[in-house]
């Protein structure tokens, strides 16, 4: 019975000790530094690590630094025998070669990139990535692109304000952040207001603020960068002024002449016997040879005359702002007053008979020199004294002169004479027995400096 019992207690022991010793080895592996705690087996051999593992670099001001860092990550010292970068806008600056990192050691990789694509192999005994890889890219920051839209190239610009338009844009910044100037090739920087979210950037041109003739206006664009892209077109601003307020200290002003400010135009008379009145921009000289004219003008308010008068004053020849009174309509002479030199285009509304008016009815006159008595062009007109407002244009090309009232042309004709004299424009009316209001209003005036 003793020797029955024996035999399990030995087979137990033979079990217990191999048992054991396997779970002591296991012990043994699993405390081996070999092992992480999640279960996966670390390198034993030399090992590279790179960060970052990859470098894409957009919209690079000029050139971008960036330092890849290699780390020996195995269990045993790292060499790295080369590093090469081949490809295009990528250099590299890095350590002394052969480098030899003990674990845990780390190096440096700096490199710079201008625009390009290439790839970092760092070659090692690395046993789990003996040519490790890092692609490097560059994109570089582009211009923005501007673009005119108006006015078109080669325009002609009135002496009404215009607006120019153009659009910007560019690869990396948005619209309305982009540093924008507007510059002329006479009057220098125009503007900088910056463009719109959808890139739209305008110049309020106002004619009376630049210089006339042919000029450059261009808008530069500008980006964070500092790279820069202009557009250009030629444009050429007609002389000439609008005057929408009349500044008394440019203007002459003779008898009954004022300016309205209450209700914001030319007042020559009132409804009042007797008056002579003229007034004249005494600051703008245009050619009496190539100019256009625009107004508008009331004759109304009274018992129904005398008239009035636009004239081209020769400032060479001029003594005065009046000429005679009454059916002279201050810019005539009635022998005694010598008429105003230059031209004057009459609107006259009460017949004086032959032969200073050559109708009964109300007509307009184009004259040189005052010289109402061999008026050179005339046209009748409807009645004028009806309580409204007209609008008179004159274009006058030596020797062809046209006169439109309210859109009707009622001169247009080659007349022969003197129309190259330095010339201020300006008004003459009159009243005598008989009276009206003669006022003046929206007065455009463009000497072509530009050609056809």
Known sequence: MRTLLLLPLVACSLVCLWGCQIDNKLGQETENPGFDSGGSVPFADPAITADPSFVAELGVCGSVHRTIT????GTSDLTVADVVVDGEGWTMTGP???LVLAPGETAAIELTGTAGSATLTISSDASNDPDLQIL???TADLPPTVTMISPSAGSVLEVSDTVFTATVTDDFDAPETLALQWSGSVDGVLGTDPADSSGAATLSWISAEHSSGAQDVSLTATDHCGNAAVAALDVCQQAGYIEDSIDLES???EGMANWNGTDGWLELTKPVTGQLASAFNTADVVTG???AIEFQFYVSGGSGADGLSLTALDTDRMTGYLGASGGSIGYGSD???PG???WSIEVDTYDNGMPQDPTPLDHVMFTFDGNQASGSAWAALPEMEDGAWHTMTVVVKDPHVTVQIDGVAYIDQDISGYYG???IVGFTAATGSLTNFHLVDALQVTEYVCPE
């Open 289 to 291: 040879d190539d100019v």
């Open 335 to 337: 022998g005694a007053s």
């Open 421 to 423: 004299f330095p010339a």
């Open 70 to 73: 290699l780390a020996s990550t």
């Open 96 to 98: 002394d070669l052969p």
């Open 136 to 138: 490097l890219d560059a």
């Open 340 to 342: 105003l030199p230059g």
């Open 251 to 253: 203007w002459n002003f």
